[in-house]
């Protein structure tokens, strides 16, 4: 059973426009939240994090949303651009300090022109 | 969703000795598995691609005679740090690709290798 989920397998965005990526957990031990951005026939990398003391925490054009209530997590970005045309994938983990990640399954995010 | 699953989670060994990490898809055929190797701050380098039936794909820097990829079935691909040395000390962590969406992954819990 996935602990944690992406629902949306693809997400297309106009370049320019907001992109918002969203991702559910069901533990309510996680205490600390990562996004990771992959391209083709390369390994994730670390995009943005969050620790569950937060709710929002930002980046340049990288936002994320912690609803700890609702177990979900919420990546925007904006203004959107080609470049950002990826697939992200968000990862929890029980504690800033412990390797263990859990992973979501990832989301193709396409910025068209 | 696939579930993935390595063994062992933890293991200490001497420093010169060999250490040997399995990658489980256990309910799904993965033709291509993914080794990474987790830095501080989380961040992940991707080690290589394991094809089942032919020889992996490493990556620039990665040393392909220290880290022995063998993906001999479809459910199972392994990864042999040879002649482990402290520096090799990581957490280790592989994914399945495929399934029924292209670029989805599903990743292990991993593997904590310390190298005494």
Redesign the interface.
């Known amino acids: 059973d996935q602990q944690v989920k992406q629902n949306s397998p693809s997400l297309s965005v106009q370049e320019g426009r907001i992109s918002i990526l969203n991702c559910d957990y069901t533990n309510s031990m996680f205490d600390y939240f990562l996004w990771y951005k992959k391209y083709p026939a390369e390994g994730p990398t670390f995009l943005i994090s969050i620790s569950s003391i937060k709710d929002k925490n930002e980046d340049g054009r990288f936002t994320v949303f912690l609803n700890k209530s609702a177990k979900h997590l919420s990546l925007h970005i904006v203004p959107s651009q080609p470049g950002d045309s990826a697939v992200y994938f968000c990862a929890a983990s029980p504690d800033y300090n412990t390797d263990k990640l859990i992973f979501g399954t990832g989301t193709r995010l396409q910025v068209f022109p | 969703?696939a579930v993935v699953s390595q063994h062992p989670s933890r293991v200490i060994c001497k420093s010169g000795t060999s250490v040997k990490i399995e990658c489980r898809s256990l309910d799904f055929q993965a033709t291509t598995m993914?080794w990474?190797r987790?830095f501080p701050?989380?961040?992940?380098?991707?080690m290589a691609?394991s094809n089942e039936g032919s020889k992996a794909t490493y990556?620039q820097g990665v040393e392909k005679d220290k880290f022995l990829i063998n993906h001999a079935s479809l459910t199972l691909s392994t990864l042999t740090v040879t002649s482990a040395h402290p520096e090799d000390s990581s957490?280790y962590?592989c994914?399945v690709e495929g399934?029924r969406?292209?670029?989805?992954?599903?990743?292990g819990?991993?593997t904590?290798l310390t190298v005494l």
């Open positions: 969703g993914f990474y987790q701050k989380k961040s992940l380098m991707l691609t990556e957490f962590i994914s399934g969406l292209v670029d989805e992954q599903f990743f819990p991993g904590r």
